[in-house]
């Protein structure tokens, strides 16, 4: 399991816990499942869709510096001119 804690602990991220590369764990305490979309000795890629919106999460974590990076895009981040993703990173910490 990993804690994912974000650079700058003034923006809305905070902290979340990844529980056997499956679940996040959201500050609120709500827990969703996630789809491995890949992993190999040094990445583990996992990916969000929200139900009722269709927003996505993808979180890219790098198990060998442990690193991530959590790229969201959500209906409120569509624009005129497409979708503005919102990138947050990070480090891991194990649990």
Do not use: C
Not at 5 to 13: D, G, I, T, Y
Not at 56 to 83: C, D, H, I, Q, S
């Amino acid at each position: 399991m990993y804690a994912a804690v974000q650079q700058h602990p003034s923006a809305s991220f905070g902290r979340l816990r990844i529980i056997s590369n499956q679940v996040v764990v959201w500050p609120s305490g709500s827990a969703e499942p996630t789809i491995r979309t890949f992993q190999d000795s040094e990445f583990v890629v996992l990916v969000f869709v929200a139900k009722l919106t269709g927003g996505t999460e993808t979180f890219y974590l790098n198990t060998k510096t442990m690193r991530f990076t959590l790229v969201e895009a959500t209906l409120p981040a569509a624009t005129e001119t497409g979708f503005k993703p919102k990138v947050t990173q990070g480090i891991l910490r194990r649990k």
